[in-house]
């Protein structure tokens, strides 16, 4: 019995998979509920429970933001002063960037891949 749970273990330090199926047979192991990576959104997580159940938590605003490097974060508008002397939120889902001052534009803000500029 000992094999059988030191395998279990070992997975259960990452509770994140991809689809429902790993998801679902991670959970069982692991007695724990998992997450499935592929159902997440900016305001939906998804988790398989113990039981072969899901549990979908969803927020009526965004709650995550996929980064550049496609990890997800929690949003997080706590400003940050840049390499350049502007400003800008840590996470978040329209990204914006404030002036740090002096002659330059006022913002810049980005949704949809479109950017829109204050001067």
Request: one cysteine or more; a positive charge; charged letters at 15%.
């Amino acid at each position: 019995m000992a094999f059988a749970a030191a395998p279990a273990s070992a997975a259960c330090t990452s509770l994140i998979r991809p689809d429902a199926k790993a998801a679902t047979a991670l959970a069982k192991a692991c007695r724990k509920p998992v997450l499935i990576s592929s159902a997440r959104t900016t305001t939906t997580t998804v988790v398989a429970n113990v039981n072969g159940s899901f549990t979908s938590t969803e927020w009526a605003v965004p709650h995550w933001v996929l980064t550049a490097d496609g990890s997800w974060r929690t949003v997080d508008t706590t400003l940050h002063v840049n390499v350049d002397g502007s400003v800008s939120p840590v996470a978040s889902p329209n990204p914006v960037t404030l002036s740090g001052g002096g002659n330059s534009v006022l913002a810049r803000q980005v949704s949809n891949r479109q950017e829109l500029v204050w001067s």
